[in-house]
């Protein structure tokens, strides 16, 4: 038995192998001086099937008249290896055993999908490094890899193409490896690469950089262009971990920092984000106790009609925890999103938001922002339907504002809630547009009431060309539809101006008011009445 590195080169070998074939069976000889004939007889596509998909195959060296000889080709860490059969006798059918054997050894170290070692193999390689590091001085690194977007291609094109994708991801990761390093399949959407005899970290940073490259182009599956990338942890032996799992939890939480920090990137691990990922499960502990320590609150935000007519408020969550202090939105939701935490906020802000509206005059509207968790469950039209039948509020001063990843994420099924709001009469606004994927298919198959401008083209709006005309293309775009226009962000009179000439709707930001609490807000209204832009404000629409 022999082995080969991805370059075909040997690299070990049974003690026998040079007794058989001579002076060519030395390390670093090329498989095509030790089996001359597998090179001259087996077609180059069929020998690299086994490198390319994991699956062991026999071939057949023996030419016209010559005495039978046969060899099995299967994947090993590195590369390949070769088993050579005998056919003569009983030492056939021992061969086919040890043959048989090869291929149920490789049915049981890697994956069937796509033909990487799998989970178990994976554990006991790093094992066997991690065990061996004191005496080999190796520095190995471990890269943890997920795919950036995976489950929104399962979720709306189906598993089979979910995992023919997941089939050319492994073979962009394998295709970025070279000698010393092996990929490997967990589960799902996470793969690992596990890269040794390297100088580090500029290796395995090297190969990171090489792996997120390789998914920048686009996946064709049935002639769709998919785009998923690759977020990548990477975590270094002995100095981040001498046991497997030390190791693979500093990987991860390298893995989550290169997903915060916007995905389709890697990161090294270090021992701030440890310290960042024990903040973050403070606050995951202490927000499940949040709503019930009423900790949570909701501030009002007034939107304006032009010239000065306050229709509604937006709905806003904050939450003042006893020891921090205020926690920004921005960080809490993500957390409660992935802690199943929304069903339950979202119905009590959706109840209390309605709640505080029944104070105001029934000519105001109250906006809710919808959480793409809340649709997960499959409750989110039943929840609302109960929360305006025990408050009492008519359903058009109800409006709920979701964004483009709601649509991205289950389409259909989105689209029929979405729909469902819409028969009880409640508003629906499409949030953030233009900064997502922004598709217009959306808004020609859904009946949208509003759309809202994000303020990331309302913060230069005043002199940048390229801001204005996309805003006006925007405005135009959803009047043409029969949509309302909100802009969102507006600080200084020149943006109010601008936008109020250009036909927009409705206005939003701390220039025209900041949110408030409950009782400021019915303040407002009873001292403001119908005029509620002050009088620095009017000046922005003269």
């Known amino acids: 038995m022999s082995f080969y590195g991805r370059d075909f080169r040997l690299t070990g070998h049974a003690a026998g192998l040079r007794d058989v074939h001579g002076n060519p069976a030395s390390a670093g000889a090329h498989l095509r001086d030790i089996y001359p004939k597998l090179v001259e007889t087996v077609p180059a596509d069929a020998r690299q099937l086994v490198p390319r998909h994991g699956v062991p195959a026999i071939f057949n060296l023996s030419g016209h008249g010559e005495e039978p000889r046969r060899v099995v080709i299967f994947q090993a860490a590195d590369g390949i290896g070769i088993l050579e059969l005998s056919d003569a006798g009983p030492d056939r059918r021992s061969a086919d055993k040890e043959a048989e054997h090869v291929r149920l050894l490789h049915q049981a170290t890697h994956d069937a999908l796509t033909g990487l070692q799998n989970r178990r193999h994976f554990g006991e390689t790093l094992r066997q490094i991690l065990t061996g590091i004191e005496k080999s001085g190796d520095r190995p690194a ?87 990338g690759a977020s990548i942890g990477i975590a270094f032996g002995p100095q981040h971990g001498t046991e497997n799992e030390e190791l693979m939890k500093a990987a991860d939480i390298a893995l989550y920092a290169a997903k915060r920090d916007g995905r389709g990137c890697a990161r090294v691990f270090n021992r701030s984000m440890m310290l960042l990922l024990e903040q973050r499960e403070n606050l995951r502990r202490s927000l499940r106790m949040a709503l019930e320590r009423q900790e949570l609150y909701l501030e009002y935000q007034p939107l304006i009609r032009p010239p000065k007519t306050v229709v509604g408020f937006e709905a806003l969550l904050r939450w003042n925890h006893p020891e921090i202090g205020l926690i920004p939105p921005g960080v809490f939701i993500p957390i409660a999103e992935a802690d199943g935490l929304m069903d339950d906020i979202g119905a009590w802000v959706i109840e209390e938001a309605c709640r505080q509206a029944m104070s105001w005059p029934p000519s105001l509207t109250v906006a809710v922002n919808l959480s793409p968790a809340q649709f997960l469950s499959g409750s989110l039209t039943d929840t609302v339907a109960q929360i305006i039948d025990s408050v009492g509020i008519r359903a058009d001063r109800l409006e709920l504002e979701i964004t483009e990843t709601v649509l991205l994420e289950q389409t259909v099924d989105n689209l029929d809630t979405l729909n469902t709001l819409n028969v009880l009469g409640i508003r629906i606004s499409l949030d953030d547009f233009g900064t997502h994927y922004s598709s217009l298919g959306y808004l020609k198959n859904f009946p949208f009431d509003t759309l809202k401008i994000d303020q990331y083209f309302i913060n230069d709006l005043a002199t940048d060309r390229k801001s204005q005309t996309i805003v006006r293309s925007i405005i135009g775009l959803a009047h043409g539809l029969g949509i309302s226009v909100t802009a969102e962000g507006v600080e200084t009179a020149a943006q109010a101006r601008w936008l109020v000439d250009e036909g927009c709707d409705c206005l939003q930001g701390n220039f025209l008011g900041r949110a408030q609490g409950a009782l400021p807000t019915r303040e407002f209204i009873k001292r403001s009445g119908v005029r509620l832009v002050a009088t620095e404000e009017d000046r922005a629409f003269q």
């Open 142 to 228: 471990l890269l943890q890899i997920d795919l950036d977007d995976f489950k929104s291609v399962n979720d709306t094109l189906g598993h089979g193409t979910g995992d023919t994708l997941l089939q050319l991801a492994a073979n962009r990761i394998s295709g970025a490896l070279g000698t010393g390093e092996s990929a490997y399949r967990y589960a799902g959407d996470e793969f690992a690469v596990i890269q040794t005899g390297k100088q580090q970290p500029g290796e395995a940073e090297r190969l990171a950089q090489a792996i997120v490259d390789a998914f920048k182009a686009p996946f064709i599956i049935n002639d769709i262009p998919l785009f998923v």
